[in-house]
T-cell receptor, first 115, second 112 residues
Framework: DVKVTQSSRYLVKRTGEKVFLECVQDMDHENMFWYRQDPGLGLRLIYFSYDVKMKEKGDIPEGYSVSREKKERFSLILESASTNQTSMYLC??????????????FGEGSRLTVL | GDSVTQMEGPVTLSEEAFLTINCTYTATGYPSLFWYVQYPGEGLQLLLKATKADDKGSNKGFEATYRKETTSFHLEKGSVQVSDSAVYFCALRRDNTDKLIFGTGTRLQVFP
């Protein structure tokens, strides 16, 4: 089975802190994604990576950056956390970039609270 | 731009009731459509999908038919169980990539 592992289930940080959210997948998938999930807003794409060191902004990239130094690992970075970044963060991976796919495999999520 | 609209929840049903969760979409062309499910404390997982008009996706007793004339992909199940209690997300695939656009999610609560 594909496994997507997010390093922390729950984090509490203070405003202005630098925050790292780590995600590892074990199925050699090319694509990795970071979404945030908020009540009434569903899932919104923050960043997308289609290969090592390749990244693309999603719909809400402001205040975030990402790093993909190895194929299996995709990190989300909050350079200076703010209270409006309190949310559930979901990492996902998928195999292909083209063709008829669309099956994303999700981690269990990291719930971040910024005080 | 492309978007997905789902009915607001929660949807509350008794066990063995019929379920419909509405989903409509706005998109250029004919994107692939998906239903994902999120059980309590877990990540999302693919429930079913349809890749072209009139396709029916099905899994675990759930079905959804891709209707291009009404731009809809409603999720149905004939007899729900308590174990179906979860949040259901409708999604579409854009730009022929895996960058899915998700709806806001619909919470289903099934009581014995």
């Amino acid at each position: 089975d594909v496994k997507v592992t997010q390093s922390s289930r729950y984090l509490v940080k203070r405003t202005g802190e630098k925050v790292f959210l780590e995600c590892v997948q074990d199925m050699d998938h090319e694509n990795m994604f970071w979404y945030r999930q908020d009540p009434g807003l569903g899932l919104r794409l923050i960043y997308f990576s289609y290969d090592v060191k390749m990244k693309e902004k999603g719909d809400i990239p402001e205040g975030y950056s990402v790093s993909r130094e190895k194929k299996e690992r995709f990190s989300l970075i909050l350079e200076s956390a703010s209270t409006n970044q309190t949310s559930m963060y979901l990492c996902a991976s998928s195999l292909s970039t083209t063709g008829d796919a669309g099956e994303l495999f999700f981690g269990e999520g990291s719930r971040l609270t910024v005080l | 731009g492309d978007s997905v609209t789902q009915m607001e929840g929660p949807v509350t049903l008794s066990e063995e009731a019929f379920l419909t969760i509405n989903c409509t979409y706005t998109a250029t062309g004919y994107p692939s459509l998906f239903w994902y499910v999120q059980y309590p404390g877990e990540g999302l997982q693919l429930l079913l999908k349809a890749t072209k008009a009139d396709d029916k996706g099905s899994n675990k007793g759930f079905e959804a038919t891709y209707r291009k004339e009404t731009t809809s992909f409603h999720l149905e199940k004939g007899s729900v169980q308590v174990s179906d209690s979860a949040v259901y997300f409708c999604a579409l695939r854009r730009d022929n990539t895996d960058k899915l656009i998700f709806g806001t999610g619909t919470r289903l609560q099934v009581f014995p």
